[in-house]
């Protein structure tokens, strides 16, 4: 039933700007720490920046400085606001949920489709 899905993708130049989101939704009982990692073809995936129920972040180097995560708890919602973008930004990026479903124990990490970024000029 808990499902996450990403918005907000798409082309940007180098330098732009995107705000990533995902909502999860379903049968939720609670939601711990949410996050977006990104992967390229034929590269692991790999973690962009976590957020915690309580706000603390944590970036990859390769995005402190140019990447603010955020969520509202109230929408089950975590944003990804992209500043600054660069080509090698360019991925498929995937949000990530550690997620209690209603009736279950333990937390479960969730996964959304994945939304495509692309900075080219």
């Known amino acids: 039933q808990v499902q996450l899905v990403e918005g907000g993708g798409g082309l940007v130049q180098p330098g732009g700007s995107l705000r990533l989101s995902c909502t999860a939704s379903?049968?939720?009982?609670?939601?711990?720490?949410m996050g977006w990692y990104r992967q390229a073809p034929g590269k692991q995936r790999e973690l962009v920046a976590t957020?915690?129920?309580?706000?603390?972040?944590d970036y990859a180097d390769s995005v402190k400085g140019r990447f603010t995560i955020s969520r509202d708890n109230a929408k089950n919602t975590v944003y990804l606001q992209m500043n600054s973008l660069k080509p090698e930004d360019t991925n498929v990026y995937y949000c990530?949920?550690?997620?209690?479903?209603?009736?279950?124990?333990?937390?479960?990490?969730?996964w959304g489709r994945g939304t495509q970024v692309t900075v080219s000029s």
């Open positions: 957020i915690t129920t309580g706000g603390s972040t």
């Open positions: 990530n949920g550690l997620i209690r479903g209603t009736g279950y124990s333990a937390y479960h990490a969730y």
């Open positions: 379903g049968s939720i009982s609670s939601i711990n720490t």
